[in-house]
């Protein structure tokens, strides 16, 4: 599914992120988007924390489930 895709992906951003704060104390979304206060860093860690919440799903879908892609037609 896309939406999983995309949440993983920003989830993902949010750990490099989160990381980079642990280990060298750089916020990389607030270096590359105006500050922690900023208006495009907070829709950024808005983002990233709806996609965590999303992949929170993950864990209680059956592997099936998250496995499974509909057919692609090919012409």
């Known amino acids: 599914m896309i939406m999983d895709r995309i949440a993983l992906a920003l989830t993902v951003i949010g750990a490099i992120n989160w ?4 280990l060298f104390q750089f916020d990389i979304v607030a270096w590359a988007f105006g500050g922690q206060d900023g ?9 990233v924390a709806l996609a965590g919440i999303w992949c929170i799903s993950l864990f209680f879908r059956d592997r ?8 692609h037609e090919h012409e």
């Open 64 to 71: 099936e489930e998250i496995l499974e892609q509909p057919p």
């Open 19 to 22: 990381g980079s704060v642990g």
């Open 39 to 47: 208006i495009v860093s907070r829709v950024i860690y808005t983002l």
